[in-house]
């Protein structure tokens, strides 16, 4: 762990993710979908979407930003058109959103999830996929979660690149096993020396 850096398997495709500290005492492997470029989201997308596929998706709901080109993907090679995004930050068309309270492992700050009330008719009553890039304590993941269900989305399946080490089970419960990913990757712990230990657990 030296190079500060961490080989995954994503789908089919091996990649190196910087190691980057998050706080004193845990680092994250990060992975930034719109730096992975176009070919391995195309790729990425397209393994995801085989593995959702049996769940014969109607929309996919993906949560801005690093969602997005997940969701795109996703999407495309699902044979479907659109696709929904459950925003983080405010924006003008949001003013009458739907609401719901989200806390990550990367913003040391409670957020919103907004979803545009004009969107809710693609998802209300339809087979929703929601897809990420990272599951981490899955509390992003569980917003989505609550505020798609009381919009009538009918949840059938959750897609994901990585998931990182299992907080998220416990988060997601029941619906843990809805969580289909691509790669699997830990957090990690510096010891005393400086080198970094993996942790599985979280």
Known sequence: MGSRAYTVDIGSQRVDLPVVPL???LSLALLITVDMGVGFMERAGQELAALLAPHDVDVVATVATMGIPVAH???RHLGLDQYVVLHKTPKIHLADAVKESVRSITTDADQ???FDRARVKDVAGKRVAIVDDVIST???TGAALRLLRRVDAQIVAIGTL???AS???ESLGADAAMVHA????????PTD???LVEDWIG
């Open 112 to 114: 919103r999830l907004l």
């Open 182 to 189: 691509l790669g699997s990757i830990p957090i990690f712990h």
């Open 167 to 169: 907080l998220w089970r």
């Open 23 to 25: 706080s004193s005492d």
């Open 162 to 164: 990585v998931t990182e």
């Open 193 to 195: 020396g400086g080198e």
């Open 73 to 75: 993907e996703v999407t």
């Open 138 to 140: 899955g509390a992003s």
